[in-house]
């Protein structure tokens, strides 16, 4: 598909979302978290005449509401639920890790929040808020069947200020946890884009991008057509927009716009919506759960914020690619090594 308003709209709510040693991936790799014959063995699973997929009902202040799910994988010891970017985006694009983590024997969930993709889109904004979702994602876990014995969080972009506040909200209900490719701080995010990647763009074509932005003409053709080259590409996912995957695009068509300029704001630039205070660098240190940060040499996050939030988890570990954004994509050899790496080395532990 072209450029068009229905893409552009949300081209970042995916994104919401380097420096530092990377976690290595260990020499000899360990066995995977059961055997395949286990994991394959869906025998016992209630959804598995659906291929897995299912509606999971969710009760919120506007009333009960369906959430979407698919699982792969069967392993009731190590489940590990996928908490995608925006607010108001999808799991599509997390269709790459179909390619990797079967064979790490974790069961996981492609999920679809509140708003977009698949599930319900309820127009109350009242429902647009950190803790509303986090109640979301506490309900998911129940459905599922996840305790602080088995249930594990990986947050991408937006997903990772979720996976934040979930375990600081229910610590005791998560066993790891995986923070990729989102700082913080969305005042610290903020001023590495204002300080570090707005001056690396052409000063005319931001100053027309700023321009278009303070006029609320983010419709018009300019916006997106200096941003995809002069900064998607630089810092999104590190190829020209016409290569980007299906999975990718098929998640931009998903997502639900609204939700992610009332939360965000226009445009990756800078965040001006209800999330522009959020900030949870010092509360880091309640997380003591292992955790992995994942970040990208090229990202619109601050790799080294990255590493210093790595730093202030108590049991923080850091996984630094030379990817972007989307490092799953354009750095994914690092990017799933280490975090297989990671998530085998949980399975391991009580």
């Known amino acids: 598909m072209g450029m068009r308003k229905s893409w552009i709209a949300g081209a970042l709510a995916m994104m919401l979302g380097s420096a ?3 976690l290595a991936a260990q020499e000899a ?15 016992g699973r209630a959804d598995a005449w659906a291929g897995g997929e299912q509606l999971v009902p ?9 959430v979407w799910l698919k699982r792969i994988g069967n392993n009731p010891d190590m489940k590990l639920l996928l908490l995608h970017g925006g607010p108001g985006g999808t799991s599509d694009y997390f269709a790459a890790f179909d390619s990797f983590i079967p064979a790490t024997g974790v069961e996981y969930y492609h999920y679809d929040q509140l708003g977009a993709g698949r599930s319900d889109r309820p127009d109350n904004d009242a429902l647009w808020t950190i803790p509303r979702f986090v109640d979301e994602v506490d309900q998911v876990r129940q459905a599922i069947g996840g305790d602080g014995s088995n249930f594990c969080l990986l947050g991408h972009s937006w997903g990772g200020i979720l996976a934040i506040e979930y375990a600081l909200a229910h610590p005791d209900r998560v066993k790891c946890v995986i923070i990729s490719n989102m700082m913080a701080s969305i005042p610290a995010y903020n001023a590495y884009a204002d300080t570090v990647l707005k001056p690396q763009m052409d000063p005319a074509k931001l100053a027309r991008v700023e321009a278009l932005e303070a006029s609320g003409q983010t419709d018009d053709p300019d916006y997106m057509g200096i941003l995809v080259p002069e900064f998607y590409e630089k810092h999104i996912l590190r190829r020209p927009a016409s290569e980007w995957p299906v999975p990718v695009n098929r998640g931009f068509e998903g997502l639900n716009p609204h939700v992610y300029v009332l939360m965000q704001g226009p445009s990756e630039l800078g ?7 959020w900030d949870r660098f010092e509360d880091l240190a309640e997380i003591t ?14 790799p080294a914020y990255m590493a210093q939030m790595a730093q202030q988890l108590p049991n923080g570990q850091l996984l630094a690619t030379e990817g972007s954004h989307m490092a799953m994509y354009d750095d994914q050899q690092a990017y799933f090594d280490g975090l297989t790496a990671f998530l085998l080395d949980q399975a391991t532990k009580d």
Not at 29 to 43: Q, R, V, W
Not at 271 to 277: F, K, T
């Open 58 to 66: 969710i009760t919120t202040p506007d009333g009960p509401h369906n």
């Open 20 to 22: 530092g040693t990377a």
């Open 289 to 302: 759960v292992p955790t992995l940060v994942i970040s990208g040499r090229h990202d619109t996050m601050d």
């Open 271 to 277: 965040a001006s919506g209800r999330l522009e205070n």
């Open 29 to 43: 790799a360990p066995a995977p978290a059961m055997p395949l014959a286990d994991y394959l063995d869906n025998s």
